[in-house]
């Protein structure tokens, strides 16, 4: 029997965030007018050919439940990694340590927040 350990790291969906800080200009915010399909393409990791309206709501709905009614834009950057985080790391690794729990093997699952002093985070700015 192996044990089997994962987790995560606080804020990881950060990097997914920075890359969109360009098109969330204040007067100009791209990314808040079109987040029903980018949204639906990132979060929901749709292909264009998939997107519906149905699709657009339900993004929008999500970015509503992270950031408020102000929407997706800087002041919300929080919410906005939050949002990525949970739908690309943590919602995964629970799932992963649903099934692995049906074994019998120990499972030890973390949630790393430490901020050291060196950081790739510049690298994602």
């Known amino acids: ?3 089997y ?9 950060g990097m997914l965030v ?18 029903g399909y980018i949204g639906a393409q990132q979060v929901l990791t749709l292909s264009p050919k998939e997107i519906t309206f149905e699709k657009e709501l339900t993004a929008r709905m999500i970015a509503q439940f992270y950031v408020g009614k102000d929407g ?10 939050d949002m990525f985080t949970d739908a690309f ?4 690794n629970t799932e992963t ?10 499972i030890y699952n973390y ?3 430490y901020r050291g002093s060196a950081s790739f985070a510049p690298l994602f700015a």
Request: charged share 20%.
């Open 1 to 3: 029997m192996v044990p």
């Open 5 to 13: 350990m994962t987790g995560l790291n606080k804020d990881e969906g």
């Open 18 to 35: 920075a890359p969109q800080w360009k098109n969330m200009k204040p007067g100009d915010n791209q990314l808040a007018e079109n987040w």
């Open 72 to 81: 997706v834009n800087r002041e919300n950057k929080q919410g906005l990694s």
């Open 89 to 92: 790391f943590a919602y995964p």
């Open 97 to 106: 340590v649903k099934l692995h729990s049906q074994s019998s093997a120990p």
């Open 111 to 113: 949630l790393m927040s």
